[in-house]
């Protein structure tokens, strides 16, 4: 009974563990980065050769952006004063760019940090079955509307996630490439991590 129990909590909460844990990830190697000193943190900001325009910074940005544009709006938790509408309203392509922790990896850690936070804060006061309205530009022709269409904070809490591990492949890439250490694990879906798992079981290579 104990373990049925146990199971279900992990099943009602899995998604907010899952979220938590991907954030932690990148907080763990931004951590492992060497120390930024005045206006200067080489390895954070320095681009990259083989994904033009890259930074570990620009990525990490990109990725908290997305979680906090997903809970911005929300009536019981998001931080936006003018939102008087009841409806929860996600724009995923409002995003804020060039903010400190795109140049400051310590900034980024605690904004991540403060991410964690508020999912915890999600978990307690927001069903995962919540409804929300996604609206999306889907065409770059500014004479075609943005585009509405009616999700749940389930589904798009979950695009977050996967939307961060694709730019954790990304950030591997980068720091492969500046000689930052890297575990083998980060930016690598469950869905693969699961299948080499149950490749190595089969094959007897574990």
Same mark, same amino acid.
């Given at each position: ?16 563990? !899952? ?19 005045? #206006? #200067? #943190? ?6 990259? %050769? /083989? ?16 979680? +906090? ?12 004063? =003018? ?21 400051? +990896?310590?900034?980024? /850690? ?15 006061? $927001? ?7 996604? !609206? ?7 004479? %075609? ?19 961060? $591990?694709?730019?954790?492949?990304? %950030?591997?890439?980068?720091? $492969?490439?500046?000689? !930052?250490? /890297?575990?083998?694990?980060?930016? /690598?879906?469950?869905?693969? =991590? ?13």
């Amino acid at each position: 009974m104990a373990s049925t129990s146990a199971t279900l909590s992990f099943e009602k909460n899995a998604m907010f563990i !899952v979220a938590n844990k991907l954030l932690q990830q990148l907080i763990d190697l931004l951590d492992s980065l060497p120390p930024s000193s005045d #206006d #200067d #943190d080489q390895v954070y900001t320095k681009p990259s %050769i /083989v994904m033009p325009g890259g930074t570990i910074g620009k990525h990490s940005r990109h990725i908290y952006d997305h979680f +906090h544009l997903l809970l911005l709006h929300n009536p019981k938790l998001g931080s936006d004063p =003018t939102n008087n509408n009841s409806r929860w309203i996600v724009d995923f392509d409002d995003r804020s760019r060039d903010r400190p922790m795109e140049v400051q +990896h310590e900034n980024a /850690v605690r904004s991540l940090k403060e991410m964690q936070q508020k999912l915890h804060q999600a978990q307690e006061k $927001i069903p995962l079955d919540t409804p929300l309205l996604l !609206v999306a530009t889907i065409d770059d022709n500014d004479k %075609i509307p943005k585009y509405h269409m009616e999700s749940s904070f389930e589904r798009e809490l979950w695009y977050c996630c996967m939307h961060a $591990i694709h730019h954790y492949a990304s %950030i591997k890439a980068i720091c $492969i490439e500046h000689n !930052v250490p /890297v575990s083998k694990e980060f930016g /690598v879906a469950p869905s693969t =991590t699961l299948y080499h798992h149950q490749h190595q079981k089969m094959t007897g290579h574990l």
